[in-house]
């Protein structure tokens, strides 16, 4: 996945890079990377995944809560 950035008119390097940053982290990039870094044993990638599935569940659930209240 490629994310590109491009410096606006007088913009700084220092706020184009932090438009990066923030584009990265919201992309979800850095944390990918983080994750790679490292070998993950197959239980810990399924542990994972799980906790990942019951938080977007519980999102979901507080999302309808909100809406049906």
């Known amino acids: 996945m490629a994310v590109r950035v491009q410096a606006k008119g007088n913009e700084p390097l220092e706020k184009t890079l932090r438009r990066l940053r923030k584009m ?3 992309e979800g990039i850095t944390r ?3 994750r790679k870094a490292h070998y993950e044993k197959p ?3 399924r542990r994972r995944k799980r906790r990942e ?3 977007t569940i519980r999102l979901a659930q507080k999302a ?3 809406i049906g209240s």
């Open 43 to 45: 239980s810990e990638r």
């Open 32 to 34: 990918e990377l983080r």
């Open 64 to 66: 309808s809560d909100l």
């Open 53 to 55: 599935r019951l938080k």
């Open 24 to 26: 990265c982290n919201n």
